[in-house]
């Protein structure tokens, strides 16, 4: 199964450990479907909806790894952990509900590495 990671799950980012042994697949951006925030926290949210393409990585990892992948995430509790197709693969994805995300400043450009420039 392929999973789409966009935050501090990236190569190179804190938690990019939690992958270890996935393969990278391809590094990608969204259509322009939805919206990355700044949690204000240390990490990003991506929420469905809006015009942004959000960039990040595609993984292939055994299903055993979701379970901590979840807990990472605080899915269900915080982010919800949804299907969608991103660049040409069916992926699972970590996404924010919009209740979530009130007041949380927009990543415009999409990319949370960019975000400071």
Not at 21 to 38: H, I, N, Q, Y
Not at 92 to 113: F, K, M, Q, S
């Amino acid at each position: 199964m392929k999973v789409f990671v966009y935050g501090t799950l990236r190569s190179g980012e804190p938690a990019h450990g939690l992958l270890q042994g996935a393969k990278l697949v391809a590094r990608a951006s969204t259509d322009p479907e939805f919206t990355l925030v700044d949690m204000m926290a240390g990490y990003p949210a991506m929420l469905d909806g809006g015009t942004t393409c959000v960039v990040g990585e595609i993984y292939e990892l055994e299903e055993a790894a979701l379970g901590e992948l979840d807990h990472y995430e605080e899915a269900p509790e915080l982010f919800e952990r949804v299907t969608r197709r991103i660049a040409g693969h069916e992926v699972w994805v970590y996404v924010l509900p919009e209740r979530h995300a009130v007041g949380r400043p927009r990543i415009a450009g999409g990319d949370w590495r960019a975000r400071g420039r």
